[in-house]
Nanobody
């Protein structure tokens, strides 16, 4: 399985961005997906996750109410709509995929099987 993240960029505080993550390869089974981020000099942290059926999501407290995770299984694509962006949201954002049962969502990075290459999000003040 390969993951290709896109949609990052430079935006002013209060602005919005939409990240996408396209999955390719052996994706015929159900799988959970998630977004993580890593700021310079810091560890990778959880942002949001969603299960295969899109009826279970999870968010980090720091992004609740501002970010929305979604997916389109027909297109094998994961999304992250980011609104009301803050300078502290600046990081490289990674998408991840875990082959799993349809109802499960995962918030722990080391449980994921596959990772994208990351896309840079920079929020200026």
């Amino acid at each position: 399985v390969q993951l290709q993240a896109s949609g990052g960029g430079l935006v002013q505080a209060g602005g919005s961005l939409r990240l996408s993550c396209a999955a390719s390869g052996r994706t015929s089974s159900s799988y959970a997906m998630g977004w993580f981020r890593q700021a310079p000099g810091k560890e990778r942290t959880f942002v949001a996750a969603i299960n295969w059926r899109s009826d279970n999501t999870a968010y980090a407290d720091s992004v609740k109410g501002r970010f929305t995770i979604s997916r389109d299984n027909a297109k094998n694509t994961l999304y992250l709509q980011m609104n009301s962006l803050k300078p502290e949201d600046t990081a490289v954002y990674y998408c991840a995929l875990k082959l799993s049962a349809a109802w499960v969502v995962y918030t722990t990075a080391n449980l994921y099987n596959y990772w994208g290459q990351g896309t840079q999000v920079t929020v200026s003040s």
